[in-house]
């Protein structure tokens, strides 16, 4: 089959269309979440500690009087995992896009486990 240059200029457009379309559709759900959340930044993090930490309050961390949005655990797994996907970020030219496969299955065990002790909590 033969390709005419308009299929082809159709194709190159393409992919640009789809990704305005998805960036668009992520300003639309940032905008409502950001209408619809208390005020403040604190706010906005009380939002979002409320959909992953039980935020017990003998468990967490208080600045003052206030209580943080996560409890001392959930910020400990939250930060292992930023600063793992940091440390994969920062050392990928050096070793690759990718880890071994061993410890590739070593991580993803642990992240099962992970997903365990959540669903546990």
Known sequence: MKILPQDTELE?????????????????????????????????????????????????????????????????????ALFTMVAFVVCRGKAGIYPAKPIQYLLFGFAGLWVLDGLNS
């Open 12 to 80: 190159e457009r393409r992919p640009g269309l789809q990704r305005l379309l998805l960036i668009t559709v992520a300003i639309i759900v940032v905008s409502i979440w950001l209408l619809l959340t208390p005020g403040g930044l604190l706010g906005k993090a009380d939002a979002v500690g409320y959909a992953v930490c039980h935020r017990i309050d003998l468990r967490s961390f208080h600045l003052g009087t206030r209580t943080l949005p996560l409890c001392s655990r959930c910020t400990g797994m939250y930060l292992g």
